[in-house]
C-alpha cells in the first residue's frame, strides 16, 4: 500500500478484511505511517524505490497525493507489479498518456481506482444494458446535486479555488460512471456558473455529451443545492451519508425500454412500442455490497491472471480527457471533440 492517507487507511482496512489478498508492506514517507505498518504487523518503507529494492509485491495499490501518481506508477510498471492507481489516474493527461503507454508497452496490469466501477449496483446496471432489454441506448440523463456545507471550504485544500471544483473533484467520477454504462464520450459541450457561492471556482455546471455510439447525454452538476440527487445519497453504499432510496440520479433510456438508477426501476415495451402503450414495470434484483471491498477482490483477480481489469489505465485516461474538454468547452463556450484533447 503506497500511501497511508485517508483513503489509503480505507484501502488497508478492505485488503485486511479480503481473503484473496493480503497487505504485504505500507509505503509512505510521512512519520505517521510508521503507526499504521505497526498496527497491521507489516514493513514501512519510505519510497517505493526502496520497496523494490527491497521486497518484490505481487500489486501496488497506489494511493499517493494526484501530483505523484504518475510517478508512482511509472516506478511500479518498471518493477513489473500489477498496479492500481486511485483516480485521477494523472493530474495531467500528457502524464497520464506517459503512464498508459508505459504499462501497455511493458504489459504490465495498470487499473485506475475508480471504485464505483465495482459497485454492485453499476456492475448490474451494465449487465441490464449488455443484455439489450433496453433495446440502442438513444439518451441518458443524469445529476449530482448536493450541498456542501460551509465549513467544508474553511479546513483548506483549496477546494474554492480552480483546480478543486466540482469538476474535477466530483464529475470525473459521474463520467466514469457514464462511459462504463453508455460508452465513450466524444463530444461535450459545458456551461458554468459561480453565483451562488461566488468563489472563483465553478459551483454548479451543465453539460451536454454525445457518445460514440450516437447516445446523447444531460448532466447536471451542482455543490450548492439542497437536492438528494447524487450517487452519495442514492447508492445506499456509504453510511455516512443519509439516503433518500425513492430518488435516482441516472436514467438510461433506450428504444425499447428504461432504466432508472440506483433504484434498478425497469421500464419496457413487451409488443408495441408507442406513447399509447402502457410499460412493462420491474425493479432489477441486486445485492449491495461495497464497491472498495470489491475493487480489492478484482485487483487480487487481475493480479493472479483470471481476469482482464474491469477500469484500466486507459480507462482512467479517457475520463480524465472528457473532464479536460468540460473544461475546455465551459472556458470557451464552444462544443469540443474529446479526442482533441490528447
Request: proline letters at 6%; hydrophobic letters at 40%; aromatic letters at 6%.
Amino acid at each position: 500500500m503506497a500511501g497511508a492517507g485517508l483513503i489509503g487507511r480505507r484501502h488497508i482496512e478492505e485488503v485486511d478484511a479480503s481473503s484473496a489478498a493480503e497487505l504485504a508492506s505500507v509505503v509512505d514517507p510521512d512519520p505517521a505511517a510508521a503507526e499504521v505498518a505497526e498496527k497491521f504487523g507489516v514493513p514501512l518503507y519510505r519510497s517505493l524505490i526502496e520497496l523494490f529494492e527491497t521486497d518484490e509485491p505481487d500489486g501496488v495499490i497506489l494511493a499517493t497525493p494526484n501530483p505523484l501518481h504518475v510517478e508512482g506508477g511509472l516506478q511500479c510498471v518498471a518493477a513489473g507489479a500489477p498496479v492500481l492507481v486511485e483516480k485521477p489516474i494523472g493530474d495531467t493527461v500528457e502524464g497520464a498518456t506517459r503512464l498508459v503507454e508505459a504499462a501497455e508497452a511493458a504489459g504490465v496490469p495498470l487499473l485506475t481506482g475508480h471504485h464505483r466501477n465495482y459497485s454492485a449496483i453499476v456492475a448490474r446496471a451494465r449487465e441490464v444494458v449488455q443484455s439489450g432489454v433496453l433495446g440502442s441506448i438513444v439518451a441518458v440523463v443524469g445529476t449530482a446535486l448536493f450541498y456542501k456545507p460551509d465549513d467544508y471550504f474553511d479546513v483548506g485544500g483549496g477546494w474554492w479555488q480552480p483546480g478543486g471544483g466540482p469538476i474535477l473533484l466530483n464529475l470525473i467520477h459521474e463520467v466514469n460512471n457514464l462511459q462504463s454504462l453508455v460508452g465513450e464520450v466524444v463530444r461535450v459541450q459545458a456551461a458554468t456558473s459561480n453565483a451562488t457561492r461566488g468563489f472563483p471556482v465553478e459551483d454548479t455546471a451543465a453539460m451536454v455529451f454525445t457518445f460514440a455510439n450516437g447516445a446523447l447525454g444531460t448532466f447536471l452538476l451542482s455543490d450548492t443545492t439542497a437536492s438528494p440527487r447524487s450517487w452519495e445519497q442514492t447508492a445506499q453504499e456509504n453510511t455516512a451519508y443519509p439516503t433518500f432510496p425513492d430518488e435516482d440520479c441516472y436514467h438510461l433510456a433506450g428504444t425499447r425500454g428504461s432504466l432508472s438508477v440506483p433504484t434498478m426501476r425497469l421500464k419496457v415495451y413487451e409488443d408495441e412500442r408507442s406513447w399509447w402503450q402502457p410499460f412493462e414495470s420491474s425493479t432489477v434484483a441486486l445485492e449491495r455490497s461495497d464497491p472498495l471491498a470489491n475493487q480489492v477482490e478484482h485487483f487480487a483477480a487481475v493480479i493472479r491472471g483470471e481476469v482482464d481489469p474491469i477500469c484500466s489505465g486507459r480507462d482512467g485516461l479517457t475520463t480524465l480527457l472528457v473532464i479536460e474538454a468540460i473544461l475546455e468547452a465551459a472556458r470557451t463556450g464552444a462544443s469540443v471533440d474529446v479526442r482533441t484533447m490528447s
